[in-house]
């Protein structure tokens, strides 16, 4: 189950860098967007829960929504060919963590504490990296970061957060 959670956690974020190009519309305002607030559906019973934590309003929302549309891409592409392993669902919790670090801390606990999701991808600005990885350390859930680019997040020696951006 690991190996298949990282397979598709990559792929989601090969489909994320690889839609950053693209002009794709948002689906977040379509479904009711709230700072720090769930964008998709809450953790479904029986689902491999995803969280996605990416700045979907402010100055950075653009790319929160590229990046949520290329995840939520690559989750139903999964979906539609049987889900993990061919039967279990992935069920994306996105929140917005408007690009500010102590939104991103609060998006992060929503995540975690209510949603509980069992992997999460993001956040977006390393600011808000550092300012939540802590929290899925201390919950044991695999964070991959596909944008923040500082140092000091690979060398905080959190073994559950992964960084995609070279530093």
């Known amino acids: ?23 794709a ?10 700072a720090a607030g769930t964008v998709e559906s809450s953790s479904v019973e029986g689902a491999f829960n995803l ?7 402010g100055s950075s929302a653009v790319s929160g929504q590229i990046m949520q549309n290329a995840t939520k891409m690559a989750v139903d592409e999964i979906n539609a060919a049987g889900g993990i392993n ?27 504490e209510q949603d509980k999701v069992n992997a999460v991808i993001g956040a977006q600005a390393s600011s808000c990296t550092l300012a939540n990885m802590e929290i899925t350390k201390a919950a044991k859930i695999p964070q991959i970061t596909p944008a923040s680019s500082n140092v000091a997040v690979t060398q905080s020696g959190n073994d559950y957060i992964y960084q995609l951006t070279a530093t």
């Open 1 to 23: 189950m690991k190996k298949t959670m990282a397979w598709i956690m990559a792929a989601a974020m090969c489909l994320t860098a690889t839609a950053c190009g693209s002009t």
């Open 25 to 34: 519309s948002s689906t977040a305002s379509a479904a009711g967007s709230t």
């Open 51 to 57: 969280g996605l934590i990416c700045p979907l309003s």
């Open 86 to 112: 061919g039967t279990i669902p992935i069920n994306l919790v996105s929140v917005d963590d408007e690009g500010v670090p102590a939104t991103s801390v609060t998006a992060m606990q929503k995540l975690v």
